[in-house]
């Protein structure tokens, strides 16, 4: 059977290029197209030499449409509305559409939803085993600890980050939320500045940090009186983010239309 053909957008982005060499260097797949946006000074130019590699004799378009049209999954690492976009497209060529983009509104992910009626999405906030691995633990740990345990999750990123909390601060807060029975919505707190008054029991709160090339860290800390337990993923290579996405291209080809998510990749 042929390998299937991948198709990045954002190719140009920190995750794009990360990707293109993850894909390059697998036995299992091919590249077959790199997208990027209007203007991109990488549009029209050979994408390895626009890496400063040799010629791959695949040219960066900034036409999704024809793009699409010869993938059978899509890896996308870019923004929300160019996520919504791509969705419709992957959707009519029946391809996976793997979406590791994050900071999504609520009318975003909507548009998610109904184009997954026609082909698999697989989309998480954190690509990587350890992190998927740190939710469970955190769901349980939430479950195991009573009320009186206040949970705050603390992410720091680089400084080019343009969305807080970070999509997996997120995932960690749904899942401590989940180990309680309730939904994030219910117990998070909004963002503290000035006389926030004390804390509210049961709830959820996030703190973002943003410097230099920080990569990725999170920390769950559970607090009670005398004691703290802490929750911690660090990442250090942006590698383990785009073998994850290959990883769930490879897992979707024989899925039927659905929303699914790495715990569904990694079978936890
Ligand atoms: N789920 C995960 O494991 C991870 C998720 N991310 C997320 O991935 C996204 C991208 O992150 P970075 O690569 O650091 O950002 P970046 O800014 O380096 O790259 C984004 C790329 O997308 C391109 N892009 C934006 N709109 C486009 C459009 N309409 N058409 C084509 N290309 C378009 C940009 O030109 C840029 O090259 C962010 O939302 C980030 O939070 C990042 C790392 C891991
Ligand atoms: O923007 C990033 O860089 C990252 N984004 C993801 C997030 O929002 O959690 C994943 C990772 O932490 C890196």
Same mark, same amino acid.
């Given at each position: 059977m042929e390998k299937p053909g991948i198709v990045i957008t954002g190719?140009?982005?920190?995750?794009?290029?990360?990707?293109?060499?993850?894909?390059?260097?697998?036995?299992?797949?091919?590249?077959?197209?790199?997208?990027? %946006?209007?203007?991109?000074?990488?549009?029209?130019?050979?994408?390895?030499?626009a890496m400063g590699g040799a010629a791959l004799g695949i040219t960066v378009t900034d036409d999704p449409v024809e793009a699409i049209a010869k993938a059978q999954a899509v890896i996308d690492f870019t923004a929300p509305a160019a996520t919504v976009a791509f969705a419709e497209l992957t959707a009519q060529a029946r391809a996976v559409h793997v979406i590791g983009t994050?900071?999504?509104?609520?009318?975003?992910?909507?548009k998610l939803k109904a184009a997954a009626r026609h082909a698999p999405i697989i989309r998480a906030g954190n690509m990587s085993l350890g992190v998927n691995l740190l939710v469970g633990l955190t769901r349980k740990v939430a479950a195991a600890l009573g009320e009186d345990w206040d949970i705050e999750v603390v992410e720091a990123h680089h400084n080019r980050?343009?969305?807080?909390?970070?999509?997996?601060?997120?995932?960690l807060g749904e899942a401590a939320a989940a180990g309680r029975g309730h939904s994030l919505d219910e117990l998070r707190t909004p963002a503290r500045e000035g006389i926030t008054g004390a804390r509210a029991p049961g709830s959820i709160g996030f703190s973002a940090i943003r410097g230099g090339d920080i990569v990725g860290e999170h920390d769950v800390i559970f607090a009670?009186?005398?004691?703290?337990?802490?929750? %911690?993923?660090?990442?250090?290579?942006?590698?383990?983010?785009a073998r994850g996405a290959l990883r769930a291209a490879l897992w979707g080809q024989d899925k039927g239309p659905g929303e699914y998510d790495m715990a569904d990749v990694l079978g936890l």
């Open positions: 190719a140009s982005g920190r995750m794009g290029q990360m990707l293109v060499r993850t894909v390059l260097g697998s036995d299992q797949a091919r590249l077959v197209g790199a997208i990027e %946006r209007e203007g991109n000074p990488w549009v029209g130019r050979d994408l390895g030499e994050t900071g999504f509104e609520p009318a975003h992910l909507d980050k343009v969305d807080a909390p970070s999509g997996t601060a997120l995932m009670t009186a005398g004691e703290r337990v802490v929750l %911690r993923h660090v990442a250090t290579d942006r590698a383990i983010f």
